[in-house]
């Protein structure tokens, strides 16, 4: 492994060919990963003769590598990626969802490829034996974990609903549950369970788990019963990028917040369709979608 690759947040490439490479923030403005807000900058990070070996998203030809951390930097699914030195220009460049720390058996030495992935406190190991290190995008955090994906027994994550909540796309169809343990909440986990919600009700019953349509942007929001966004924590009352996840992804995980909430028992709390929720153009949207709701509490 050497080391750095790339700076992401405040998008300037100091490693190689920096006259090349200076991307001002605007040249890329399109990026809304939310990174870099505590350590300055993401960095990927170079393992060389190695591969993720994993169906890319995406598979493009790119001159060069750092043109390939271009393309992931622009996709906000993207996490980390294979590029292969051999023959630039011939999809060389493979954009991955998944990340190597929660996909350690599928990271291999390879002849070809190298790989790169973002940047995350994963990469020290602090997990125990046995748990995988979840990175947390979007905040220099993580989280440890048995088997990724499956919340069972003694996992940090606590459950927070007692019914499956549900949540629509207009008319005020907002799911809800309570909050039954009191304390400081880092970040919630969203765990799809069924249907599809949808902007245009054309596409129903298969609009997205959390979005409009395919390659949406995500649209469910979590909020106070005020009505106070709790999720994510810089909503602009628009759809927002949620690095790692997409519209039709098995889960969405909030960054935690920089300031953390407290909650009581009690309490309750919703998730709402975004255009439902500001009451945008909500007349031909339509579906519904089923979750599990978990939360990391500060310990
Ligand atoms: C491009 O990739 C294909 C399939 O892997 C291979 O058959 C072909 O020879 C490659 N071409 C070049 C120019 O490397
Ligand atoms: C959800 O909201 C409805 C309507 O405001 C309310 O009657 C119900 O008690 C709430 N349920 C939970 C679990 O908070
Ligand atoms: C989501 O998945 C369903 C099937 O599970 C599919 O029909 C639909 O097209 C997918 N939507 C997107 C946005 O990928
Ligand atoms: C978002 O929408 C709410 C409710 O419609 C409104 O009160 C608030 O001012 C809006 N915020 C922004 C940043 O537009
Ligand atoms: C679908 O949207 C149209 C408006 O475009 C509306 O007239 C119709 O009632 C909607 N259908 C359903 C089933 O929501």
């Known amino acids: 492994m050497s080391s750095l690759v790339f700076v992401k947040g405040f998008l300037f490439c100091h490693v190689f060919m920096p006259a090349v490479f200076s991307f001002s923030k605007s040249a890329i403005g399109s990026i809304d990963h939310g990174f870099g807000k505590h350590d300055g900058g993401t960095l990927f990070i170079e393992h060389v003769h190695f591969v993720l070996d994993v169906e890319p998203e995406i598979s493009v030809s790119t001159y060069d590598k750092i043109m390939c951390a271009f393309k992931c930097l622009h996709q906000s699914f993207c996490l980390s990626f294979n590029y292969d030195a051999r023959s630039p220009g ?54 440890c974990e048995r088997s990724p994906g499956s919340i069972e027994q003694g996992s940090p994550w606590i459950k927070l609903n007692k019914n499956v909540v549900c949540f629509g796309a207009k008319n005020d169809a907002f799911g809800n549950f309570t909050v039954t343990s009191h304390g400081t909440i880092l970040t919630m986990r969203l765990v799809y369970i069924s249907g599809f919600v949808t902007c245009n009700n054309r596409t129903v019953p298969y609009g997205s788990h959390w979005a409009c349509k395919k390659g949406s942007r995500i649209a469910t929001i979590v909020t106070s019963a005020a009505k106070n966004v709790i999720f994510p924590e810089d909503y602009k009352n628009k759809s927002y990028s949620l690095v790692g996840y997409h519209a039709n992804s098995s889960e969405l995980v909030f960054p935690p917040r920089s300031k953390p909430l407290k909650v009581t028992n009690g309490e309750e709390y919703q998730i709402w369709y975004n255009e439902d929720f500001v009451n945008g153009e909500e007349f031909n949207n339509g579906g519904q979608t089923c979750v599990n709701v978990y939360a990391l509490y500060e310990s």
């Open 90 to 143: 011939n999809n060389s460049c493979e954009l991955l969802s998944k990340n190597k720390y929660t996909l350690s058996e599928r990271f291999q030495p390879s002849q070809f490829f190298n790989h790169y992935s973002l940047m995350s406190p994963c990469e020290n190991g602090p997990c125990k034996k046995g748990a995988k290190c979840n990175p947390l995008y979007g905040s220099n955090g993580y989280y």
